[in-house]
């Protein structure tokens, strides 16, 4: 189970200047968003919940629009855009050749290339690109928070860290579902998201996110969990 298809959040509850508690309750909660958020920052937050979920991104089509903030299903961009999109496709090309960018199916032609998304922003990140704080937001909690298994082929037996690894996995993405399809259970009557709505939610369906399996994370473990990542998102008031 890939981490990178299991994180994904929606942080439209954090005060302002106009807070959601003080919006006019006849208000939508579109509405309410725009009344914290700026427009640009809710476009971009968006987007990079719904591409932080995929498992990897084609390197030309999608990894190199996505480091700009272009929506690749779209695609839409002036034409200063769409030459520095290109001259860094370019540059990513020789650093797939020197190594210094890893690819996942090297073999195939440069257009089919794919990438994970955390070697991507790695590579940009030595690179010196300048990436949307909102793509740097959800990659530093990938790093920061869901450490990977590392030489897990060479051990034959999986231990518990590595279970409880797979749990935690199962925890993100079982908030993500429920942030797409359940998004007003998981908040309070304020609009906030609120991270012990979304465990208890998880806990009372844990079956379809565990099958047969016992959870090994706790209701509190849960909640620190998804409130971690809503507090290291978190814009700076």
């Given at each position: 189970?890939?981490?990178i298809n299991k994180i994904k959040t929606s942080l439209f509850g954090i005060d302002k200047e106009v807070s959601v508690a003080e919006a006019p309750a006849e208000m939508t909660m579109s509405e309410r968003e725009r009344?914290?958020?700026?427009?640009?920052?809710?476009?971009?937050?968006k987007l990079y919940e719904k591409w932080i979920c995929k498992d990897n991104w084609l390197l030309q089509q999608e990894g190199i629009p996505l480091l700009?903030?272009?929506?690749?299903?779209?695609?839409?961009?002036?034409?200063d855009v769409s030459d520095k999109t290109e001259e860094l496709w370019k540059h990513a090309q020789e650093c797939v050749h020197k190594k210094l960018l890893s690819v996942v199916n090297l073999d195939n032609s440069a257009d089919k290339w794919e990438v994970l998304p955390?070697?991507?922003?790695?590579?940009?990140?030595?690179?010196?690109?300048?990436?949307?704080?909102?793509?740097?937001?959800?990659?530093?909690f990938v790093i920061q928070t869901i450490k990977?298994?590392?030489?897990?082929?060479?051990?034959?037996?999986?231990g518990l860290d590595a279970v409880l690894q797979k749990h935690r996995e199962v925890v993100m993405g079982a908030a993500t579902s429920l942030l797409?399809?359940?998004?007003?259970?998981?908040?309070?009557d304020k609009g906030k998201v609120v991270a012990i709505n979304i465990s208890r939610?998880?806990?009372?369906?844990?079956?379809?996110?565990?099958?047969?399996?016992?959870?090994?994370?706790?209701?509190?473990?849960?909640?620190?969990?998804i409130d971690d990542y809503i507090k290291l998102t978190s814009p700076i008031i």
């Open positions: 189970m890939n981490i009344n914290v958020y700026d427009e640009d920052h809710l476009r971009l937050q700009f903030g272009i929506n690749p299903d779209t695609n839409e961009s002036g034409d955390i070697d991507l922003y790695r590579w940009a990140m030595v690179s010196r690109i300048s990436v949307p704080d909102e793509f740097s937001a959800l990659i530093a990977p298994v590392q030489n897990s082929h060479i051990h034959t037996e999986v797409v399809n359940a998004s007003e259970q998981c908040k309070n939610l998880i806990i009372e369906n844990k079956q379809e996110w565990f099958g047969e399996d016992k959870a090994l994370l706790d209701e509190s473990d849960m909640t620190k969990l």
